[in-house]
């Protein structure tokens, strides 16, 4: 058999591992694995190369896509997707394995209906926001990093007495910042999962204005929180409490990137072998993932159709940073 596997939409750090795996697994089977690069771009535009075992050892440590990654419009259309048919019948790929977030399972789900190709899915992407698994590859690296930058950032917060507004990753989701506003031990966190209590928030910050001795204070903000930015928010503390010596910034991509943390390696190694294991058993239309610590097998129909909250534990645990 000859086995497709791409990674699509935002790279994820532990992408590479499961790349390692599922080669090496599939080598195991005497299966061939074909490298599709950019995505479903690659598959429309014929970017193949055949993946050796020799090549993918020693990838698992590091971050981005040794394949490249894209989102693609051109796969959302009926002529896209009818050329990656005929380019994967030309290349005798008759399986596939793709690793991304909610946009990688539309594209998937859509193509095995039109084509019934077998097809499984990985979950790669630092938001943490697909259902079916209580972590996605990239998530916990992402923490990581986020929370490494607002410890340095609370060097210059303690030593200056300043406030930090810090924007962090996820589209429409605050796994990023709930999980990162907790660990760090951030004063207050404004997610788009729940109603922000910015009243509240103002009234804390009254009394915090008032201190003599300034104190410093981290807010968290998730880039998917609509009620609320960076910006605005920054002017309206500016202006509102002018004794308050207040800074902003967004962290943007540096979550992307970087070396795996051991926890993505292995979960993207875990899924990774499982994908070659489903797809030897003709299992197709499943996207994997892991609830207490058992494999699962999730349709990407399910996948694209339900979101998860938070960890109701976290507001909690963030709240308590109003409290001094
Ligand atoms: O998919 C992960 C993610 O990093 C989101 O958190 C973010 O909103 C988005 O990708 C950014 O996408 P791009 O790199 O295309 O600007």
Known sequence: MRVGILTSGGDAPGMNAAIRT???????????????????????????????????????????????????????????????????????????????????YKGADIFIKETGILCVGLPGTIDNDLFGTEVTIGFKTAVQTAVDAIDKILDTAESHGRMFIIELMGRDAGHIAANSAAAAGAHACFLPETTSDVPKFFSFLEQHAKRIQKKPFIVIIAEGEKELNTQNLLKTIQIKFQNIEVRSLVLGHLQRGGNPVAEDRLLAARLGWESVNCLSNQESGVALGIKNNNVTKTSFDQCIKCKIPPANWLPELIDLGLRE
Do not use: C, M
């Not at 697994?25 to 055949?50: C, D, R, S, V």
């Open 22 to 104: 599922v080669t090496l697994a599939a080598a195991e089977k005497k299966w061939e694995t074909i490298g599709i690069f950019h995505g479903y771009e690659g598959l429309i535009n014929q970017e193949f190369k055949i993946l050796y075992p020799s090549e993918v050892q020693g990838l698992a440590r590091f971050g981005g896509t040794i394949l490249g990654s894209s989102r693609s419009p051109a796969f959302f259309t009926n002529d896209g997707r009818r050329l990656a048919f005929e380019n994967l019948k030309k290349e005798k790929i008759e399986a596939l394995v793709v690793i991304g977030g909610d946009g990688t």
